[in-house]
Every structure is written in structure tokens, then in C-alpha cells.
């Protein structure tokens, strides 16, 4: 059972069994941890390591993750949603379900990830690499995708626009 609590310090304390406990903080060594379920919205764990913790089911709304190592992470059905998570490592993460709408994902190295039913809407995938990743039933409407390695390796800049072309379609419409 994952339990939350507030330390001497005012930190957000994470008991994660017997895996040990992390303190909720930027650059926190989190590794391994179990904090399924746990209510992580607006966490600061921007640069923190987070391999192999579970996360599944938590929320995350808001939080930031900005270049943190959530290498083969667990975070099926995790709430992610405008959380910044530029520059994370998710290499083979787990993010089945995960609703990541209008999440900030530039230069996310999502490889081998599953994102199946993952919610992208809105999310911002500049420059991620998503090669081999599995996105099946994902949904990427409204996303930005713009130099972004898809998961046939292929790139794509389905949605990129330059501050050039909007000028010139406003000199057109004048």
C-alpha cells in the first residue's frame, strides 16, 4: 500500500513499501519505488529518477517531470494531463491509458513505450522519438507533432509552422 505524507521539512513523502520511500523533489532518487495510485499533482521531480517506479493509476496533473529518467517506468491509466515532461526519458515506459492531453512532451524520448489508448490530445511532441513505440488506439488529435520520430522511425512535421508562413498567409488574406 502506497502511502503519502508530509515531513519536518513540509516535502511530500512517498512511502513506497518495501521498495524504500522517495521524497517528492526535484533530482529525488525515486528508482524502483511503488507509488501507485499515489496524488502526485504539481510534484516538482523535474531531473528526478524514477526507473522502474510504478506510477500506474496516479495523479500527475500538472506535474513537473521536466528531464527526468522514467526509464521502463510503470504508469498505466497515470493522469498526466499539462504536466511537463521536456526532455524525460521514458524509454520503454508503460503509459497504457495514460491521459497525457495538453502535456508538454518536447524531446521526450518515448522508445519502445507503450502508449496504447494513451489520450495525446493537445500534447506537444516536438522533437520526441517515438520510434518503435507502440501507439496503438492512441489519441494524437490536436497534438503538435513537428520533428517527431514516429514509431515506423519515419519523421514526421505533420503540424509544424514556421513564424514565415504564418506572415505570409496573413500578406495573402490582406
Keep these: 500500500m502506497t502511502t503519502t505524507s508530509?515531513?519536518?521539512?513540509?516535502?511530500?513523502?512517498?512511502?513506497?513499501?518495501?521498495?524504500?520511500?522517495c521524497v517528492v523533489e526535484p533530482l529525488a532518487d525515486c528508482a524502483g519505488v511503488q507509488m501507485k495510485f499515489s496524488n502526485l499533482?504539481?510534484?516538482?521531480?523535474?531531473?528526478?529518477?524514477?526507473?522502474?517506479?510504478?506510477?500506474?493509476?496516479?495523479?500527475?496533473?500538472?506535474?513537473?517531470?521536466?528531464?527526468?529518467?522514467?526509464?521502463?517506468?510503470?504508469?498505466?491509466?497515470?493522469?498526466?494531463?499539462a504536466?511537463?515532461?521536456?526532455?524525460?526519458?521514458?524509454?520503454?515506459?508503460?503509459?497504457t491509458g495514460a491521459d497525457l492531453s495538453s502535456a508538454v512532451l518536447v524531446s521526450v524520448d518515448l522508445t519502445e513505450a507503450s502508449l496504447v489508448n494513451a489520450n495525446l490530445t493537445g500534447?506537444?511532441?516536438t522533437n520526441a522519438i517515438m520510434a518503435n513505440a507502440d501507439l496503438t488506439g492512441a489519441v494524437l488529435e490536436g497534438a503538435t507533432i513537428c520533428n517527431t520520430v514516429m514509431e515506423s522511425g519515419a519523421i514526421s512535421?505533420?503540424?509544424?509552422?514556421?513564424?514565415?508562413?504564418?506572415?505570409?498567409?496573413?500578406?495573402?488574406?490582406?
Design 83 to 95: 504536466a511537463n515532461l521536456r526532455g524525460a526519458k521514458l524509454v520503454n515506459a508503460d503509459l
Design 6 to 21: 508530509i515531513n519536518e521539512e513540509g516535502q511530500t513523502v512517498v512511502d513506497g513499501g518495501a521498495a524504500a520511500e
Design 41 to 81: 499533482a504539481g510534484a516538482q521531480l523535474a531531473g528526478a529518477n524514477l526507473y522502474r517506479a510504478r506510477l500506474d493509476a496516479s495523479d500527475l496533473t500538472g506535474a513537473n517531470l521536466m528531464g527526468a529518467s522514467l526509464y521502463y517506468a510503470g504508469m498505466t491509466g497515470a493522469v498526466m494531463t
Design 123 to 125: 500534447a506537444d511532441l
Design 157 to 174: 512535421n505533420d503540424s509544424c509552422s514556421t513564424s514565415s508562413e504564418t506572415s505570409e498567409d496573413e500578406e495573402s488574406e490582406e
